[in-house]
């Protein structure tokens, strides 16, 4: 099955740095790749997400890109603000499915 | 509320005990799917379902665990003799087909 691993487990960063976030996957297979947000006790939410077709997408101050011959994405959030605050993930899936696997989390906090 | 409802939010049992979780999908997603999530893990896949199918289970899944969507809409997981190896986060999740998955609050299992 589908291997997913994220790194770093912790990131800590000033207001308006950058975060990133990385993870590979083992699975050639997948072609959709979600990031979520989950705040403490609430549900994960989709910040957004890319599929194989394409190498990068931004929406605002966030970003994604996906290099398929290394098997590996990343999350870049741009300009971090307090409520950027939170647990990320990432996850991998096919198109047949959308069966998702995760990666562990990434626990971001932004320092005033 | 239109989003994905579980209920209950919370539920402390006895081990050996069996207990119920529901889970309501975003009217007309066909897809609806379980995950469990234990502390600083990301969410696990357990099974799905299309419409009324259930599709896939996963190996996470032992024969005390059973799910059933009757009539393609509200899911029930169903835990039998409960261990406390069971305490987690079970989340579920719907998407109308080929597109993202929408996550509901979960139900926090505590098996004492």
Redesign the interface.
């Known amino acids: 099955g589908e291997n997913?691993e994220?790194h770093p487990s912790t990131l800590s960063v000033q207001e308006g740095d950058s975060a990133v976030i990385k993870c590979t996957y083992s699975d050639s297979a997948s072609n959709y790749f979600?990031w979520?947000k989950q705040e403490l006790g609430?549900?994960?939410?989709?910040i957004i997400?890319i599929r194989s077709n394409v190498g990068e997408k931004k929406d605002q101050r966030i970003a994604v890109t996906l290099n398929k011959t290394a098997k590996h994405f990343s999350l870049h959030i741009t300009e971090t603000q307090p409520e950027d605050s939170a647990v990320y993930?990432c996850?991998a899936s096919t198109?047949d499915?959308?069966?998702?696997?995760?990666?562990?989390?990434t626990t971001v906090t932004v320092r005033a | 509320d239109t989003g994905v409802s579980q209920d209950p939010r919370h539920k402390i049992t006895k081990r050996g005990q069996n207990v119920t979780f529901r889970c309501d999908p975003i009217s007309e997603h066909n897809r609806l799917y379980w995950y469990r999530q234990t502390l600083g893990q990301g969410p696990e896949f357990l099974t799905y379902f299309q419409n009324e199918a259930q599709l896939e289970k996963s190996r996470l899944l032992s024969d005390r665990f059973s799910a059933e969507r009757p009539k393609g809409s509200f899911s029930t997981l169903e835990i039998q003799r409960t261990e406390q190896g069971d305490s987690a986060m079970y989340l579920c999740a719907s998407s109308p087909q080929g597109a993202e998955a929408f996550f509901g609050q979960g139900t926090r299992l505590t098996v004492v």
């Open positions: 997913v994220q979600p979520y609430k549900r994960p939410q989709l997400d993930f996850a198109h499915d959308y069966k998702l696997s995760f990666g562990a989390g």
